[in-house]
């Protein structure tokens, strides 16, 4: 079993997780309405998706 010869310092520690950390995610815009929008994924204000309407929207009744 591998067994560190000298305690690794805190600098040492510190740039190795320096990679570690999480990046935001892209966001691309509705070819419809131009909203920002998750990649591959249809668009919860208007329910396009790849400039095809997906998910029909139900209009508010007054």
């Known amino acids: 079993m591998a067994v560190p010869r000298n305690r ?3 600098a040492k520690k510190n740039s ?3 990679h570690s950390a ?3 995610k892209n ?3 509705c070819s419809n309405c131009g909203s ?3 990649s591959h ?3 919860p204000k208007c329910g396009f ?3 095809r309407q997906i998910i029909v929207k139900k209009e ?3």
């Open 41 to 43: 994924r249809a668009c």
């Open 8 to 10: 690794s310092s805190n």
């Open 60 to 62: 508010k009744k007054e």
């Open 27 to 29: 966001q691309t815009k």
């Open 22 to 24: 999480l990046k935001p």
């Open 49 to 51: 998706y790849a400039k």
């Open 36 to 38: 920002k929008i998750m």
């Open 16 to 18: 190795r997780s320096s």
